[in-house]
Every structure is written in structure tokens, then in C-alpha cells.
């Protein structure tokens, strides 16, 4: 198994900008997926890397200002998010799976990090 702890979470105004931090607890080329939930919706996809970092796939709604990265060495995953809006607002989940290939259904995913809380305001 491998734990994941998210940072980097808070308030920002529209416009801003926020770079999350997944650590993990050891090293691994697992997959890794970037989620987030808001107040009575579902888990919703948002980024997802490959375990080497060659590949990664982003929700339409985030694509041209999110990124997903990751340092396998430093044994973390980030999520940049630029030109925040506040439909953004949402607590950020850091989730990984046993495959190396990435997908964007929640289910597939084993591991689960805490989450952040991301607040755009206006």
C-alpha cells in the first residue's frame, strides 16, 4: 500500500493561482490522479499522470490551465491550477492505482489521500 497526504490548499481569489502537493509515502511508478468533490456532487475527475510522468490526461474543464506533474525521486505528485474560477471551489483529492497507465474513473483508483480544500472567491 502506499499513503498519500495532500497540501497546498486554500483561499485564493479568482484569477489566482494554487499549486497542490501529493507526497507519498514511498516511491512508486503507480499511476497517479488528481479528483475533486464539491458539497453534495460526485468525485469528479481532473488530471492523471502516468507513472513515469510521459503521459497525462485532464478533464475538459480544467485542460489550457491545470498541470499535473510528478518527481518520482522526490516521491510527489502536483497539481499547478492557474487562472482559478470559482466553480474550482472544491476539496482536491490525490488518489493513485496499482497499474502504471492512468484512467479517469474514480472506481479504478486503490489509494486515496485525505484532500485539500481549494476556495475561489470573486
Known amino acids: 500500500q502506499v499513503q498519500l497526504v495532500e497540501s497546498g490548499g486554500g483561499l485564493v481569489q479568482t484569477g489566482g493561482s494554487l499549486r497542490l502537493s501529493c507526497a507519498m509515502s514511498r516511491r512508486t511508478n503507480q499511476a497517479m490522479g488528481w479528483f475533486r468533490q464539491a458539497p453534495g456532487k460526485e468525485r469528479e475527475f481532473v488530471a492523471a499522470?502516468?507513472?513515469?510522468?510521459?503521459?497525462?490526461v485532464y478533464a475538459d474543464s480544467v485542460k489550457g490551465r491545470f498541470t499535473i506533474s510528478r518527481d518520482n525521486a522526490k516521491n510527489s505528485v502536483y497539481l499547478q491550477m492557474n487562472s482559478l474560477k470559482p466553480e474550482d471551489t472544491a476539496v482536491y483529492y490525490c488518489a493513485s492505482r496499482l497499474p502504471g497507465t492512468p484512467t479517469m474513473n474514480p472506481r479504478t483508483y486503490d489509494y486515496w489521500g485525505q484532500g485539500t480544500q481549494v476556495t475561489v472567491s470573486s
Open positions: 499522470i502516468t507513472g513515469t510522468g510521459g503521459t497525462t
